[in-house]
């Protein structure tokens, strides 16, 4: 379970993973707060159950089929901002549980929790709002876009918004350590720059923590490219100049 918020390189770890062919597909399988929508994302029928719980057990069956993905490891991405409503439902399915962890454990078996984030919050914010903007989120190192959620826009700098950005992924770094105190959990931390800065090593280290053959890294190319150009440098080297006047002028 890769515990993490947007921005952090989850997509990178993500796909590196699943490349391997023995640690499953990870991804954001519980993203959209609604049970309908997750089982629509797995081509699963909406209605007809039961009762509620049905319709939740249901998406947890379909996102630990796809999540496995044929092997013995299901991978699951799961961004802050999520996480509220996919626990109330575990509460729901697994009422009879003291912790958080022994929900998920009962879900999809012993649990490796990693935690992912990324220093630099200046750029994390940065590479979101531009996201945001452009429509962009990701693209192949040949070009190729690989998920675009709107029309192609032209970015602009944002000086607030970024500032807002910041305090939010500041915000979800606590909210997941505070978590992992409450629910006694020593989490593997992984940090976006050591990912970025060696990909290969980054994953012998998972797949070593997971039991697996950590030369399976070794065989994977790298399959996302990044995003961050010369916009984003201007864009930091801007808003630091304007905090450092602000500074200056405040008596």
């Known amino acids: 379970m ?17 490349a391997t062919g023995l ?29 509620d719980l049905d319709a939740v057990r249901a998406a947890f069956d379909a996102a630990i089929t796809y999540g496995t993905d ?13 996480f509220e409503f996919f626990m109330r439902q575990m509460t729901a399915v697994f009422p009879g549980y003291a912790r ?3 929900r998920i454990e009962a879900a999809f078996g012993p649990t490796l929790f990693i935690q992912l984030s990324r220093q630099n919050k200046l750029d994390q914010a940065i590479s979101y709002v531009k996201a945001t903007q452009t429509g962009l989120w990701h693209k192949a190192p040949d070009g190729t876009e690989i ?10 700098y944002d000086s607030a918004e970024i500032t807002r950005q910041m305090h939010t992924f500041v915000g979800h770094d606590a909210e997941w350590s505070d978590w992992f105190d409450r629910q ?8 976006y720059d050591a ?21 399976a890294a070794r065989k994977v190319t790298l399959p996302v490219a990044k995003l961050a150009d010369n916009t984003n440098r201007i864009w930091a080297q801007r808003y630091l100049a304007e905090q450092d006047r602000a500074r200056a002028t405040t008596p």
Not at 2 to 11: A, K, V, Y
């Open 147 to 156: 998920e675009r959620l709107s029309e192609p826009r032209e970015p602009f």
């Open 2 to 18: 890769i515990c993490t918020s947007p921005r952090s390189g989850s997509t990178l770890l993500c796909r590196l993973l699943a």
């Open 100 to 102: 958080d962890s022994e």
């Open 23 to 51: 640690a499953g597909k990870p991804g954001s399988h519980f993203h959209a707060p609604s049970v309908q929508r997750w089982l629509q994302s797995f081509d699963r029928p909406t209605e007809g159950y039961e009762s």
């Open 195 to 215: 990912l970025s800065a060696d990909p290969t090593a980054t994953l012998a280290r998972i797949l070593q923590c997971l039991g697996l053959d950590s030369n």
């Open 70 to 82: 044929g092997t013995d490891i299901f991978g699951l991405r799961m961004q802050r901002p999520s």
């Open 184 to 191: 006694r959990i020593e989490p593997l931390n992984l940090t």
